[in-house]
């Protein structure tokens, strides 16, 4: 069976203080029995704080991001051995702010993806289409593109250490969420795609989870659809009720 996740991306939100009483707050309310892969990604400062008051918790810490390159002169970056030094679980790769505020395109992004798998580190990989795609109705097209350029570059895929996020760009932060039927077509899409490429076993076990204003209300209808084991969540994910009731939609 596919691994259900849920994972809160608090973006540039919360400080220090704010980040430790999200956590103890998710804590006190969290069933970690649930059969759910529950992830938090703060920012990178508190990461190291976040791991530590994760661990035993069943609750994963992740980057938001990471440097393609292992070590060297690169002011301000950070590194996979970084991350794993603090007990950070996965990274985030291919977020469209990422690929749109930092220009990150999809041969760095290749890079990311190479350099986090070989060196074991859980990517969260983000594909989406914009509104002028959508409305041109290019949206499979799109997310097969940007799947060529990058994770179907890569020979073999262990579902273990990838998962892939469906994150239309005009959901993301718009309170617009993709209707379930929209999100499991482009699901089930996705799914065939990764079957041609790496057959059946990997595709049937490879979960693609969603993310675009996924809210308490919304959550149960899109987590039902066949194709969609989760979700990634924004804004929802600040408020720890909001992000656990969205955890227990599964
Ligand atoms: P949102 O963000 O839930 O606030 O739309 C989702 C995301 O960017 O991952």
Redesign the pocket.
């Known amino acids: 069976m596919r691994k259900k996740i849920v994972a809160g ?1 608090w ?1 540039m939100n919360v400080d220090l203080n704010e980040s430790i009483d999200l956590i103890e707050s998710i804590k006190k309310i969290y069933d970690p029995s649930d059969d759910v892969e529950v992830c938090i990604a703060p920012s990178f400062p508190f990461l190291k704080e976040s791991s530590k008051l994760c661990q035993g918790e069943k609750i994963k810490v992740l980057a938001q991001n990471v440097n393609d390159n292992l070590k060297g002169a690169f002011t301000g970056e950070v590194s996979i051995d970084m991350l794993k030094s603090i007990n950070v679980d996965g990274v985030i790769l291919g ?3 990422r690929r749109e505020h930092f220009n990150e395109d999809d041969d760095l992004l290749l890079r990311k993806l190479k350099v986090s798998l070989e060196n074991n580190i859980k990517v969260y990989f ?1 594909i989406g289409e914009s509104f002028v795609d959508r409305e041109k109705n290019n949206h499979f097209e799109k997310v097969k593109n940007q799947l060529d350029k990058t994770v179907f570059k890569i020979d073999s895929i262990d579902p273990e250490n990838l998962v892939i ?1 469906y ?1 239309p760009i005009w ?4 309170g617009l969420t993709a209707s379930p039927e929209q999100a499991q077509e482009v699901h089930k899409y996705i799914r065939n795609l990764l079957r041609e490429r790496y057959g059946k076993k990997i595709s049937d076990k490879t979960s693609i989870i969603y ?4 809210k308490p209300n919304s959550a149960r209808d899109i987590f039902e659809k066949e194709d969609v084991d989760g979700g ?6 600040l408020s720890p009720q909001d992000f656990i009731d969205i955890v227990r939609s599964i």
């Open positions: 991306n973006k977020h469209s702010e983000c996020a994150e959901a993301i932060g718009t993310g675009g204003s996924v990634l969540i924004g804004g929802a994910s």
